[in-house]
T-cell receptor, first 114, second 115 residues
Framework: EAGVAQSPRYKIIEKRQSVAFWCNPISGHATLYWYQQILGQGPKLLIQ????????DSQLPKDRFSAERLKGVDSTLKIQPAKLEDSAVYLCASSYPTGGGELFFGEGSRLTVL | AQSVTQPDIHITVSEGASLELRCNYS??????LFWYVQSPGQGLQLLLK????DTLVQGIKGFEAEFKRSQSSFNLRKPSVHWSDAAEYFC?????????????WGLGTSLAVNP
């Protein structure tokens, strides 16, 4: 079974530039999550999708972050414009809707904002 | 308020020694409990989970954890640590959110293993 795929693995940009991250979840997983993990901290949920609908985006900084999940499969997370404090690893995870919280993670996309 | 506390930020053990990582939670109902491991530069991998039943659960890589309701704890253990166990360990509670569960994460414990 293929795991959660993310790209790019690494990205370096200057502040005020934009960046986009892509995620392909495990086949059959209706629920998709984007997490932000700052160095030395635990993951912080940015947004959760069920199929192509948003379940929770309460911690997404909507003035600069956006995410979409067209057709209920792949998802894209965009940051525009980026700030220095956005430097982090962006983790995508997926699960079955009734998975009880058991998530399957991708390897993450590490963003450095200069 | 729902929360997860991992009291130890960093732990160092010698290879072959036993390991216990502590996790305490605050949650009003019966929790779903998880331990995830994150190796350097990698995503998180599920080690084990507790939903119900036997309070001692076995996971991958020789890890086990015990749910103690009276102490609101879910400590992770391994009898003999290997150098490859050096990683970041996260405890999480699956809190009910509508028809789904939302994970509440601890801040993690960083494990170093001395040869």
């Amino acid at each position: 079974e293929a795991g959660v795929a993310q790209s790019p693995r690494y990205k370096i940009i200057e502040k005020r530039q934009s960046v986009a991250f892509w995620c392909n979840p495990i086949s059959g997983h209706a629920t998709l999550y984007w997490y932000q993990q700052i160095l030395g901290q635990g993951p912080k949920l940015l947004i959760q999708f069920q199929n192509n609908g948003v379940v929770d985006d309460s911690q997404l900084p909507k003035d600069r972050f956006s995410a979409e999940r067209l057709k209920g499969v792949d998802s894209t997370l965009k940051i525009q414009p980026a700030k220095l404090e956005d430097s982090a690893v962006y983790l995508c995870a997926s699960s079955y809707p009734t998975g009880g919280g058991e998530l399957f993670f991708g390897e993450g996309s590490r963003l450095t904002v200069l | 308020a729902q929360s997860v506390t991992q009291p130890d930020i960093h732990i160092t053990v010698s290879e072959g020694a036993s390991l216990e990582l502590r996790c305490n939670y605050s949650y009003g109902a019966t929790p779903y409990l998880f331990w995830y491991v994150q190796s350097p530069g990698q995503g998180l991998q599920l080690l084990l989970k507790y939903f119900s039943g036997d309070t001692l659960v076995q996971g991958i890589k020789g890890f086990e954890a015990e749910f103690k309701r009276s102490q609101s704890s879910f400590n992770l253990r391994k009898p003999s640590v290997h150098w490859s166990d050096a990683a970041e360990y996260f405890c999480a509670v699956g809190a009910r959110a509508g028809n789904n569960r939302k994970l509440i994460w601890g801040l993690g414990t960083s494990l170093a293993v001395n040869p």
